[in-house]
T-cell receptor, first 110, second 114 residues
Framework: GENVEQHPSTLSVQEGDSAVIKCTYSDSASNYFPWYKQELGKGPQLIID?????GEKKDQRIAVTLNKTAKHFSLHITETQPEDSAVYFC?????????FGTGTSLTVIP | NAGVMQNPRHLVRRRGQEARLRCSPMKGHSHVYWYRQLPEEGLKFMVYLQKENIIDESGMPKERFSAEFPKEGPSILRIQQVVRGDSAAYFC????????????FGQGTRLTVV
């Protein structure tokens, strides 16, 4: 089955700096890669996603890149703000199954 | 369009009791996933259901746990004879179609077994 690895597990950045979270996957059949943000005590919220026919997607301060050959995808957050502090999960979707990474706890220091 | 609704938000059960967790998917969504999350850990897949069918239950313990998604009404995750180790947050997600479509999560049910 699919194996998704996510790094780093924790990340601290100064407000205004950029944050990058990386994920790798193993199953070349995976074709959809969503990212979720989970704030304390809440459910994961879909923030951006990318499909396998696209290499990059951007939505304001967040962007996702996908390298299908290398089987890795990354989340980029620019101009970080304190409200970006949360746990971020990547996922790779194969068929009907979502495979999640283990999460990255991002802290933005004011 | 309401999001994925889970209830109750918090549930306290004594050891040996039954816990029933409900999940109403987004309107128009016929696929439901259940995940379990321990404190400061990731999302562990439990079961994937489509209306009236269990598609994949490979992540669900074989004993005490069951799930259903009837033709009418919410999806139910049922845990019989709960033990302290069942204490966790249980999230459901719904999607409109299989695979290459967005899945949206509910706010979760936090189960505490005392």
């Amino acid at each position: 089955g699919e194996n998704v690895e996510q790094h780093p597990s924790t990340l601290s950045v100064q407000e205004g700096d950029s944050a990058v979270i990386k994920c790798t996957y193993s199953d070349s059949a995976s074709n959809y890669f969503p990212w979720y943000k989970q704030e304390l005590g809440k459910g994961p919220q879909l923030i951006i996603d990318i499909r396998s026919n696209v290499g990059e997607k951007k939505d304001q301060r967040i962007a996702v890149t996908l390298n299908k050959t290398a089987k890795h995808f990354s989340l980029h957050i620019t101009e970080t703000q304190p409200e970006d502090s949360a746990v971020y999960f990547c996922a790779a979707v194969t068929g009907n199954q979502f495979y999640f990474g283990t999460g990255t706890s991002l802290t933005v220091i004011p | 369009n309401a999001g994925v609704m889970q209830n109750p938000r918090h549930l306290v059960r004594r050891r040996g009791q039954e816990a029933r967790l409900r999940c109403s998917p987004m309107k128009g969504h016929s696929h439901v996933y259940w995940y379990r999350q321990l404190p400061e850990e990731g999302l562990k897949f439990m079961v994937y259901l489509q209306k009236e069918n269990i598609i994949d239950e490979s992540g669900m313990p074989k004993e005490r746990f069951s799930a259903e998604f009837p033709k009418e009404g919410p999806s139910i995750l049922r845990i019989q004879q709960v033990v302290r180790g069942d204490s966790a947050a249980y999230f459901c997600a719904s999607s409109q179609d299989v695979g290459n479509t967005e899945a949206f999560f509910g706010q979760g049910t936090r189960l505490t077994v005392v």
